[in-house]
Every structure is written in C-alpha cells, then in structure tokens.
C-alpha cells in the first residue's frame, strides 16, 4: 500500500483544512486509516484513526469536536476535515494504514507527510 497525503498548507486561527489521503493498492480498504503529526522539536502524536470499514473512529483529546475522520473505499481515499484551527495544530500530518488504531507502531504503511501551519 502506498499512501500519499496533501492538503496541507497556511490557514489563520479558526479556519479549516481538508487533508486527502489517497491510496494505491486494492487491499487498502481492508486497513485501519490513521493520522498522525509531528511538530518540530516533538515526537509523533495520534491525532484520528478509522476503521476499515468506517464503523469505527479514535480521536486524540486535543482534536475531539474539531477534528473529523472519514473514508471512502470506493475512492482509496480517507480525509481529515479540521475545522477550528489552533497555531497548536501546526505540524506535519502523515497518514498511515494498518491494523492499529492508536498507536503508531501498529501501522505499517506510511505517506510522506503534509506541513500544516496555522497563523495566531
């Protein structure tokens, strides 16, 4: 599975952004989806996570009620709508696939990143 994530970019406080993270390989609806950031300085934190099927879905505390998760099989495509940005959330967001939820070293398949920045 190779993963490719955009969207990203610069957004002032209390905007939004969608990220897309668009799949290849045919086995890639069979994978929990996650997301995860890191800011400069700072280790890798979860921020979302899906299911394979999208019954389920894993937000960290800090995006819960801003952040959505979301993915269409038909597509090979999982986003991350966030909406209510915070200069907080500025970091590089990856997405991954596997058969974790949380964690990051349950996924096995990883995207190359995409810089978000959120002015105050």
């Known amino acids: 599975v190779q993963l490719q994530a955009s969207g990203g970019g610069l957004v002032q406080a209390g905007g939004s952004l969608r990220l897309p993270c668009a799949a290849s390989?045919?086995?890639?609806?069979?994978?929990?989806t996650g997301w995860f950031r890191q800011a400069p300085g700072k280790e890798r934190e979860f921020v979302a996570a899906i299911s394979w099927s999208g019954g389920m879905t894993y937000y960290a505390d800090s995006v819960k009620g801003r952040f959505t998760i979301s993915r269409d099989n038909a597509k090979n495509t999982v986003y991350l709508q966030m909406n209510s940005l915070k200069p907080e959330d500025t970091a590089v967001y990856y997405c991954?696939?596997?058969?974790?939820?949380?964690?990051?070293?349950?996924?096995?398949?990883w995207g190359q990143g995409t810089q978000v920045t959120v002015s105050s």
């Open positions: 390989g045919r086995t890639f609806s069979s994978y929990s």
């Open positions: 991954a696939a596997g058969t974790g939820s949380t964690r990051y070293n349950e996924y096995d398949y």
